[in-house]
């Protein structure tokens, strides 16, 4: 990219999309048609679509692994699986759903409405936004390779060392875990770094950040979240990587290792992940919410506060995790008090929803019923969240199906409501086409059956005493009818997202055509068409509020109107940066164009972790010296292209 400067002069006054100007940037931005634009485009909307089509890819075999240990535990002394089939089903259920999809499902979300809510274009770095991609989709397929050599993780999603170590765990299962989780980092800390970029330099002028949309609030915390903590988990699996393979004793016990330095290295990350995958979550209900309540969002600044203000809590109460190991009182009643504080940014949150559905005037769509219930699971995942902040209380649940509950309504009345729900927002704007509202509303209601009836009981099955992480129990414990209520429910669940399903694969094709903005939306994605082409805007657009697209109305009817009318970059692959804060234009940015380097260097990168998985360590050189020229490729300077643009206030 090269910086440029501008002036101001008379430009578009509408943002005509059947403009010559228009056709020129359609010219300039569009991918190439066939598989070589497939594999090299760096669209953020491409790549936010092929992102969150591959979460979803990711949830479903996490589901199916899910229904699998169900079947197991639906009757005492069953032998479905074995306990080496069920650890690894068990384990992998948990990679999957908190790492491979969870997370990167926002990320698509992200990837796709970051530029078309700030006003902009495309992400900051588009080549570094495929290289995120691709990486991801890499450590998927390379985590789930195992299972084709029969030796998928074993040890949870959270490896606990010294099972995790060699003399207890000789096969190359949490090898597999090791190098997948450092190539899935990668992926996530260069998908952070974009995002800060972008919120802070692209922005369309006048949106300073007490404008900012609560979604991208949430994203760039938790980006801030990614650089921090993933750190530590990459250091904690690359010291039990060199455990394995050159005898180091980092956790190992019998040479003054320390097993407790994993727990401290994987709960520094995990516990701030928990609100890495909730905060943008919570993000997608705070802005599409108030479009059905037909207002603005009640207590915007507090909500932003606490958004903010959970996320630096959240690296205080890692240690609540750690509960049951013997840690000093002292440092016990530290933590267990950060653990109660930290529900009080969220509880801001949730009323500030009930007070925009109270002193609204809801619209009761597929996407309001997702959220309302969102609403409901966030409430009853976080109060049995603070019944295990207290350390009394949870010494007795710890290793418990009462913290399999917790974790459930966490992730997914948490995270998958909010999904779903927002897909139901955005998919016209994503494909052009409405989502079937009758077979919407029919999923809405067999998931909110389904998830209640599989994980509701699981509170009662824990503190029944039913241990987690064991593969079967015997009769006679109490727990027959519970755990089979609890598969019954599952399988309901399991129904409602195969609807889910359904409703897209038939309605991108067949469903009702979606004008520019269906839902009488307030933010700027709402103004470009359904799909939005290539470059988003063919005018970057001034705003000067929070919900330009409603108090615009009151402008135009002045005479006046800002959404429209603004910067036209048409000379070449052109951007605007702005400053930090107060988002005036700073200078002109020159984009990349399309390239296969990202996948180029992905592909290598993934080649390399897999030689030294097999110990092929010339081949994983050769792969290093390909990642460099990969990279070589990548950032090789262009020939800069024209740095006129104009400017119209």
């Not at 634009?37 to 589901?63: N, P, Q």
């Not at 109660?340 to 809801?362: D, E, H, N, Q």
């Amino acid at each position: 990219m090269a910086a440029g400067t501008y002036e101001r002069a008379p430009t578009l006054e509408r943002a005509d999309y059947a403009s010559p100007v228009a056709s020129e940037l359609d010219r300039i931005w569009e991918t190439k048609p066939g598989i070589g634009g497939w594999l090299s485009t760096v669209d953020h909307k491409e790549l936010g679509i092929r992102y969150i089509a591959t979460a979803f890819a990711f949830l479903i075999l996490g589901g199916i692994e899910a229904l699998i240990m169900r079947v197991q535990l639906a009757r005492p002394n069953l032998s479905i699986l074995t306990p080496e089939q069920y650890n690894q089903v068990f384990s992998m259920h948990g990679i999957t759903m908190i790492f491979l999809y969870a997370q990167p499902v926002l990320t698509g979300f992200s990837a796709y409405l970051f530029p078309l809510l700030l006003g902009t274009r495309d992400l900051a770095f588009p080549r570094l936004n495929a290289f995120s991609y691709w990486a991801y989709l890499a450590a998927g397929l390379f985590m789930y390779a195992s299972f084709l050599v029969a030796a998928a993780p074993n040890d949870g999603w959270f490896n606990y060392a010294p099972y995790s170590l060699k003399p207890y765990n000789p096969g190359p299962n949490m090898d597999f875990y090791a190098l997948g989780m450092i190539l899935l980092g990668i992926s996530t800390t260069a998908g952070a770094i974009n995002f800060l970029v972008t919120v802070l330099r692209t922005r369309a002028p006048g949106m300073s950040i007490n404008r900012l949309p609560i979604l991208t609030w949430g994203t760039t915390t938790t980006s801030v979240g990614i650089l921090l903590s993933m750190p530590a988990v990459t250091l904690a699996c690359f010291m039990l990587w060199a455990d394995r393979q050159f005898g180091t004793h980092f956790f190992d016990t019998t040479a003054r290792g320390q097993p407790l330095l994993w727990q401290h290295l994987f709960w520094i990350f995990a516990h701030p992940w928990v609100y890495i995958i909730v905060l943008p979550a919570m993000g997608i209900v705070s802005d599409a919410l108030p479009i059905f309540c037909r207002r603005p969002l009640v207590g915007y600044t507090v909500v932003v506060l606490g958004t903010i203000a959970t996320m630096v809590m959240g690296f205080g109460v890692w240690l609540h995790h750690m509960f049951a190991t013997g840690i000093p009182f002292i440092a016990l009643s530290f933590f267990s008090g950060a653990s109660f504080v930290i529900t009080i940014p969220s509880a801001v949150a949730v009323f500030a929803w009930v007070a925009t559905i109270w002193t609204g005037r809801p619209v009761i769509t597929t996407a309001f019923l997702f959220f309302a219930g969102f609403i409901s699971m966030f409430v009853i995942g976080g109060v049995s969240g603070v019944m295990t902040a207290s350390v009394a209380a949870d010494r007795q649940l710890t290793d418990t199906y009462f913290v399999v509950a917790h974790i459930h309504y966490v992730l997914i009345g948490i995270n998958l409501f909010p999904v779903i729900g927002g897909l139901f927002v955005w998919f016209p704007k994503m494909t052009g086409r409405m989502l079937n509202e009758r077979l919407g509303k029919w999923s809405f209601w067999i998931i909110l059956c389904g998830f209640n009836v599989a994980f509701l009981p699981m509170h009662w099955t824990g503190l029944a005493g039913m241990p987690r992480r064991i593969y079967t129990y015997q009769d006679g414990m109490g727990w027959n009818t519970v755990n089979l209520i609890t598969s019954i429910g599952a399988f309901v669940l399991a129904l409602g997202i195969l609807l889910v399903l359904i409703n897209i694969f038939v309605s991108v094709r067949n469903g009702a055509v979606a004008g520019p903005n269906p839902w009488d939306g307030p933010t700027l994605e709402w103004v470009t068409p359904s799909p939005p082409p290539p470059y988003n805007f063919a005018v970057i657009p001034a705003v000067a509020s929070r919900h330009p697209l409603w108090e615009d109305r009151l402008r135009e009817g002045m005479g006046h109107s800002s959404v429209h009318r603004g910067l036209v970059l048409d000379d070449g692959k052109e951007m605007l940066a702005t400053t930090a804060l107060d988002a005036e234009p700073d200078a002109i940015l020159k984009m990349p164009e399309d390239s296969y380097s990202p996948l180029v260097v992905a592909i290598a990168m993934t080649a390399g972790f897999a030689g030294l998985l097999l110990h092929w360590w010339v081949f994983s050189g050769i792969c290093a010296w390909l990642m460099f020229m990969g990279l070589l490729v990548w950032l090789w300077p262009e020939p800069k292209l024209g740095q006129s643009a104009r400017w119209d206030r």
